[in-house]
């Protein structure tokens, strides 16, 4: 029944249809916006952590150089992979000592690739490279030192 004069009431008690979606998917973009940022972060930490390791074992195989100083040219080693191996008991030489050194760095870095150069005046070069990311892109640390 319509009272003349009155113009019909319409109650907005609740959200339409159309609103709702838009709300979903306003906050479907956001969701996914943090979750590229996290794996792009996790990407980055983990390229991070590999560079790190290389470092590490750049310094450790120049300290170990220092060590047997009098056989520096047993470090010298063309660039070869790396291959993860049981650390060894005991250590009677230098190249053994590079050896127990590159399965320790393919443990570390799986896929490493290490070269060693001795030079004039007991400059030692150390270079490590390995592919890292998502992509495998080729990355690699070099040390040069003096000893």
């Known amino acids: 029944m319509r009272v003349e004069g009155r113009s019909p009431q319409w109650s907005e008690q609740g959200a339409s249809l159309i609103e ?21 972060s996790f990407a980055s930490h983990y390229a991070a952590y590999h560079r790190s390791q290389a470092v590490f074992y750049a310094q450790d195989l120049i300290d170990r150089a ?18 993860c191996a049981p650390p060894v008991a005991s250590i009677q030489n230098a190249k053994a000592d590079r050896d127990a050194w590159l399965a320790a760095l393919g443990c570390a870095l799986p896929g490493a690739q290490a070269r060693i150069q001795v030079g004039v005046e007991q400059q030692l070069e150390v270079k490590i490279s390995w592919r890292s990311g998502p992509l495998q892109r080729p990355t690699s640390v070099q040390l040069v030192t003096q000893l």
């Open 20 to 40: 709702v979606l838009v709300a979903l998917v306003i906050l479907t973009v956001g969701v996914l916006g943090v979750l590229a940022m996290f794996s792009a």
């Open 66 to 83: 220092r060590a047997w100083q009098q056989d520096l040219n047993q470090y010298q080693f063309a660039l070869g992979d790396a291959q």
